[in-house]
């Protein structure tokens, strides 16, 4: 292996543990609590090696937010794969989501909620919010109906779970009513 090599996987490596630490970081404590220096600290790098990765907080939160919608593409994917029929789909779809949303807090703030300065719906979107977004589309694609529009269902079917995992976490709704709200969501946004 080459020195420019080495240094690029070296390089590679501080990167994911940066962005592992941030995330651990931010799921104890908050996102507030990440700051380039605890992370630095943390790491037990300076804070100049941080920024020769990163230009700042906003970055990092980005690369969560990469690293946790390529996570959620593939919970989605493996829960709609394993499951049989067009209700069953959408309702792990929607189950998956929802269990996404309320175990990885801190990565779905970075997602949806903090600015990662990440594009959505744009040309220039990072491929694994497209992902993320596809594993949705891919899943609901099937039962718009007739004369709607796959992506606008979609936007919609996740504007919902969007809303029922915001409102759930933040105490709006009571947490053991979900699985009534997904199977209403279900029944009634696709007439399964």
């Given at each position: 292996?080459?020195?420019?090599?080495?240094?690029?996987r070296?390089?590679?490596?501080?990167?994911?543990?940066?962005?592992?630490?941030?995330?651990?970081?931010?799921?104890?404590?908050?996102?507030?609590?990440?700051?380039?220096?605890?992370?630095?600290?943390?790491?037990?790098?300076?804070?100049?090696?941080?920024?020769?990765?990163?230009?700042?907080?906003r970055?990092i939160?980005?690369?969560?937010?990469?690293?946790?919608?390529a996570?959620?593409?593939?919970?989605?994917?493996?829960a709609t794969?394993?499951?049989?029929?067009?209700?069953?789909?959408?309702?792990?779809?929607?189950?998956?989501?929802?269990?996404f949303?309320?175990?990885?807090?801190?990565?779905?703030?970075?997602?949806?909620?903090?600015?990662?300065?990440?594009?959505?719906?744009?040309?220039?979107t990072?491929?694994?919010?497209?992902?993320?977004?596809?594993?949705?589309?891919?899943c609901?694609?099937?039962v718009a109906?007739?004369?709607?529009h796959?992506?606008?269902?979609?936007?919609?079917f996740?504007?919902?779970?969007h809303?029922?995992?915001?409102?759930?976490?933040?105490?709006?709704?009571?947490?053991?009513?979900?699985?009534?709200?997904?199977?209403?969501?279900?029944?009634?946004?696709?007439?399964?």
């Amino acid at each position: 292996m080459s020195v420019h090599e080495r240094r690029g996987r070296e390089r590679a490596d501080r990167e994911r543990l940066i962005v592992a630490t941030a995330r651990e970081l931010a799921e104890q404590q908050g996102w507030d609590a990440v700051t380039t220096r605890r992370l630095a600290e943390r790491i037990e790098y300076s804070q100049p090696v941080l920024y020769s990765h990163f230009r700042g907080k906003r970055e990092i939160i980005g690369a969560v937010a990469l690293q946790g919608a390529a996570e959620m593409a593939v919970a989605l994917r493996t829960a709609t794969s394993a499951a049989d029929g067009p209700r069953a789909r959408v309702t792990a779809l929607a189950r998956t989501y929802l269990d996404f949303a309320a175990r990885n807090p801190a990565v779905y703030d970075a997602l949806f909620a903090l600015d990662g300065g990440l594009p959505f719906a744009h040309e220039d979107t990072p491929q694994p919010l497209k992902d993320a977004f596809a594993a949705l589309l891919d899943c609901l694609d099937d039962v718009a109906g007739e004369r709607v529009h796959p992506a606008l269902f979609t936007e919609l079917f996740w504007a919902a779970l969007h809303g029922l995992a915001t409102l759930t976490r933040a105490g709006r709704l009571p947490p053991g009513d979900t699985e009534a709200r997904v199977e209403l969501l279900v029944d009634r946004l696709t007439a399964l």
